[in-house]
């Protein structure tokens, strides 16, 4: 298998967040908690306050932490039985010194660890506080692969080797015919798809304009052009617009948005302590491939649920398999599972851009957990100096 390599995380969606109110879905089928989730409508902005990649450090900083406040999105209120973190031995004096040092470095607002259940360090910048929410960028497809567990754990989706046609049949006819959801979730499904953000003329770049002229269409309008670069399964290409088509497969399936799913699967059994912010599209339904907003202790209790195999949830030995190089890069342990990355080891985690990640390391029941501003969008060092934290932590007792 080939592999092509674009820049890692994605914010393509950001441009169409905020357009409709209604989901138009079909009939709801799944159980939800109590407390409704409710839909939120910020005030009308100019365009040009949202491009999220222009925005200057001062402004991502104050931002990240309020993306509610400049697109729409669903509110899905705490867990009912908050999952305790009780505290555990400090991490070595040494070893919190140089945490911070990246932190710094870095432009890290919060970090947190946790080791064998118990938390082990947890700190703040950048204005960011205990009970304040963060933006996720791609850190958001994990959720969006562990909703598509749910969904074959609670029958609305037969089978990984379904075709994607089956849940979204307006792609019959189009590259996707043959396309199975698991190449969907391993991001080998062949079609062509070009995740520039520098180029205007990308795949990535275009996503507004189709919501411009296709409205709640949108998203399947645009993939439906799309060519083919290789045979299903033998290419690995990373595309927002391929986990957002996961979420429309979910949605589809179970009746229900995204964020109204979580609650019943994610928010209530991993104990959130705040409430989960995620945007929604043209639809009404659900950015799949980005834009939900956690505070730090959650992103690190999803992490533990995910740690836990997220029993009742997904089906038995799902993490194992999401979590494990579906797609092999050839590099020393470094692939692709479902909607998952995947590094030496067999440890595993979820990436956004501008230093979003929660990382995996089950051997030594590890969650490490950073929301960050960094001062570009990727950045190949400060993804080594946190997986080299992570390393120098998993070594300790």
């Not at 867990?79 to 040494?94: D, F, I, Y």
């Not at 104990?271 to 659900?286: H, I, K, S, V």
Request: with cysteine.
């Amino acid at each position: 298998m080939t592999i092509t390599k674009t820049l890692l995380g994605g914010i393509a969606a950001l441009a169409i967040a905020g357009c409709s109110a209604s989901y138009n879905g079909p009939v709801e089928t799944a159980a939800v908690a109590t407390e409704p989730v409710q839909l939120v409508t910020p005030p009308a902005r100019d365009p040009s306050d949202l491009q999220v990649l222009f925005w200057d450090n001062e402004t991502r900083s104050a931002r990240f932490r309020d993306m509610e406040s400049w697109f729409a999105g669903h509110e899905v209120p705490a867990s009912t039985n908050p999952r305790e973190l009780p505290e555990g031995a400090p991490l070595p004096a040494e070893l919190q010194a140089e945490v911070r040092e990246v932190m710094t470095q870095s432009g890290a607002s919060g970090v947190m660890v946790i080791k064998n259940g118990t938390t082990r360090f947890e700190g703040y910048s950048l204005g960011l506080g205990a009970e304040d929410r963060w933006t996720s960028f791609s850190v958001a497809k994990s959720f969006t692969s562990t909703l598509l567990g749910a969904a074959i754990a609670d029958g609305f989706i037969g089978s990984l080797d379904d075709p994607i046609t089956q849940y979204v049949p307006e792609l019959a006819g189009s590259s996707y015919d043959g396309v199975t959801v698991k190449q969907l979730a391993t991001m080998t499904s062949g079609v062509a798809w070009n995740e520039s953000y520098t180029d205007p003329s990308s795949d990535v770049a275009q996503m507004n304009r189709f919501v411009l002229e296709y409205g709640a269409d949108a998203i399947v309008a645009q993939m439906k052009e799309l060519g083919r670069a290789a045979e299903p399964g033998e290419k690995w290409n990373y595309s927002t617009g391929e986990t957002n088509l996961i979420g429309i497969v979910v949605e589809n399936a179970i009746g229900l948005p995204l964020a109204e799913y979580a609650q019943s699967k994610i928010v209530e059994p991993a104990g959130f302590e705040g409430g989960l912010f995620w945007m929604t599209d043209p639809r009404g339904g659900n950015i799949g491939g980005c834009c939900l907003s956690l505070r730090l202790r959650d992103y690190a209790r999803m992490g533990q649920f995910v740690l836990d195999g997220g029993e009742g949830v997904v089906p038995e030995g799902w993490f194992a398999d999401a979590g494990a190089a579906q797609v092999d890069f050839g590099n020393g342990g470094f692939g692709y599972g479902y909607q998952w990355w995947t590094y030496p080891g067999g440890n595993y985690g979820a990436q956004g851009i501008f230093g979003q990640s929660i990382t995996l390391v089950p051997s030594e029941q590890l969650v490490l957990a950073v929301v960050s501003n960094w001062p570009k969008a990727t950045s190949g060092e400060y993804r080594a100096k946190w997986g080299g934290i992570a390393a120098k932590i998993a070594a300790i007792d």
